[in-house]
């Protein structure tokens, strides 16, 4: 069953970020940053940064690491809607394209300078796979 009613994609979003929420809370995590401690407030880091997630691996960082001046590349199918209505329900920004559709304009709009976000998060594996293999474009 696929949803396209933008609404329920919206109510299904709000959902879908409570339960990852409340999953992430009920978790223990110890990190160990290799490089510059991203996880607190990056407001004050000059660069910005892109974040690479293998698509199984989404949800956690997202929900962890997730604020207002990250912005995700979202395919625009349907499953990626619903992606995006989880992403931004989490108070993310979603910029809809893909290697196949919508890819160029999709990296015009990352690039911006004029935008609220200042990082990025992709997914460099690609939506068809294979998995774990980094695809051209990222």
Avoid: C, Y
């Amino acid at each position: 069953m696929k949803i396209r009613n933008p609404h329920l994609i919206r109510l299904a979003g709000q959902l879908g970020a409570l339960l990852v929420r409340g999953l992430v809370r009920s978790q223990s995590l110890r990190l160990h940053m290799l490089g510059p401690d991203l996880s607190r407030d990056r407001s004050r880091l000059a660069d910005r940064f892109i974040f690479s997630i293998w698509h199984e691996n989404l949800l956690l960082p997202a929900a962890r690491f997730g604020a207002p001046d990250l912005a995700v590349l979202i395919s625009s199918h349907a499953d990626g809607q619903l992606l995006g209505g989880l992403i931004t329900a989490m108070g993310m920004e979603m910029v809809k394209g893909s290697s196949t559709r919508g890819g160029v304009e999709a990296v015009r709009q990352l690039l911006r300078p004029d935008t609220a976000w200042r990082h990025l998060a992709i997914t460099p594996d690609g939506p068809r796979g294979p998995r774990r293999i980094v695809q051209p474009g990222a």
